[in-house]
């Protein structure tokens, strides 16, 4: 069976949170939605679980932190080209998000590029060439 991940972010408008991750390319999977949650799909391996508030709490006791003040995770996407680091970012910025909150990358075999979601989750997204990876060198 294919490993997967869920993640699982905290949202406080559920509709509005929908309707940007469609914008920038994730795809709603009605089995797993509904007044409370809505599950998002990048891939078949990668799903982002929406949950307002409410329904988040009745999973932990712990603090809904502000996203749009602190930061716990950085969230990475592989894009399959520079042009699409651009295009995403692109479509998060007309979705309502916020370009940039972490600073541009370009090593010359690795493009990235980051965005906020509405409630401030960091999505950072990069493009790899190995091919154009240095002799010898390794990323880090």
Known sequence: MTKMIFVNLPV???DRSKAFYEA???TNNPQF??????CMV?????HVMLLKHDFWKTFT???IPDANESAQVMLALSQD?????????????AAGGKADPTP???MGFMYGRSFEDPDGHIWE???MDMSALPDGETPA
């Open 125 to 127: 997204n990069a493009f």
């Open 12 to 14: 406080t408008d559920l």
């Open 33 to 38: 939605t509904d007044d409370n949650a809505a």
């Open 24 to 26: 920038v390319g994730f």
């Open 81 to 93: 080209s520079r042009d699409a680091v651009e295009d995403i970012v692109g479509k998060a910025v």
């Open 42 to 46: 990048w891939s078949d391996a990668i």
């Open 104 to 106: 541009q990358q370009d």
């Open 61 to 63: 006791s712990k603090a």
